[in-house]
């Protein structure tokens, strides 16, 4: 095996793990009973996905050789993914709870709906 093979894997396993990541959460959506449900596949999705993205394209940097720029843009990246997946859905959990939407049966508990 030469060293390209090896940089070629080492990229690609990431992103081919990433690109599995979102077409297993659009399958799921596609199945999905309620727009809670469609949220929580996509954070995930989202989160993990852009993170093995992220550590194949910081990996496709470091064949050019290591920089620590490189290496601060990537952990940036990785540290705003968790943050603005995170809110991201949230706040889109949080709008889809309060359109008063359709909740699947298989939902077992409401915990954001008051005793009142």
């Known amino acids: 095996m030469g060293d390209s093979m090896i940089s070629d894997l080492l990229i690609g396993?990431?992103?081919l793990l990433g690109?599995?990541?979102?077409?297993?959460a659009a399958v799921s959506m596609s199945r999905a009973g309620d727009a809670l449900t469609r949220i929580n596949i996509?954070?995930?999705?989202?989160g993990l996905g852009m993170m093995l993205f992220i550590i194949a394209a910081y990996i496709d940097?470091?064949?050019?050789?290591?920089?620590?720029?490189g290496l601060l843009t990537a952990l940036v990246a990785l540290a705003a993914?968790?943050?603005?997946?995170?809110?991201?859905s949230v706040t889109l959990a949080r709008a889809a709870y309060r359109s008063d939407g359709?909740?699947?049966?298989?939902?077992?508990?409401?915990?954001?709906?008051?005793?009142d």
């Open 81 to 88: 993914t968790v943050v603005v997946t995170t809110v991201a």
């Open 102 to 115: 359709r909740l699947d049966p298989l939902t077992a508990y409401d915990d954001l709906a008051g005793d």
């Open 42 to 46: 996509l954070s995930v999705a989202t």
């Open 19 to 24: 690109s599995l990541c979102f077409l297993v």
């Open 61 to 69: 940097d470091l064949t050019d050789g290591f920089r620590w720029v």
């Open 13 to 15: 396993v990431p992103a």
